[in-house]
Nanobody
Framework: VQLQACGGGLVQAGGSLRLSCGAS????????MGWFRQAPGKEREFVAF????????GYADSVKGRFTISRDKVKNTMYLQMNSLKPEDTAVYYC????????????????WGQGTHVTVSS
């Protein structure tokens, strides 16, 4: 499975961005897709996941109510709509795919995209 993330950029606090993650290859084997982020000097952290088949979702407390994860199975694309952005949301955002589990643990994901930068100015 190959993943390609895009949609990052520079936005002012309170603004919005929508990230996209296109999947190709053996996408029929994907069980869950997720978004993670890594801020400078910090460890990678979970943001949100979505069950590829059933669409169940989960969010980190820090983004709940502001971010929405979704997917288009026809286009093999996952999205992350980010509203009410805060400076602390600044990070490189990565999309990932897991073949066997639904999880918020990065180590349980099997494939990773290259990351897209999000910068939120105050």
């Amino acid at each position: 499975v190959q993943l390609q993330a895009c949609g990052g950029g520079l936005v002012q606090a309170g603004g919005s961005l929508r990230l996209s993650c296109g999947a190709s290859g053996r996408t029929f084997s994907v069980y869950t897709m997720g978004w993670f982020r890594q801020a400078p000097g910090k460890e990678r952290e979970f943001v949100a996941f979505i069950g590829w088949s059933g669409g169940s979702t989960g969010y980190a407390d820090s983004v709940k109510g502001r971010f929405t994860i979704s997917r288009d199975k026809v286009k093999n694309t996952m999205y992350l709509q980010m509203n009410s952005l805060k400076p602390e949301d600044t990070a490189v955002y990565y999309c990932a795919a897991a073949l066997k589990v639904t999880s918020w643990v990065a180590d349980e994901y099997d494939y990773w995209g290259q990351g897209t930068h999000v910068t939120v100015s105050s």
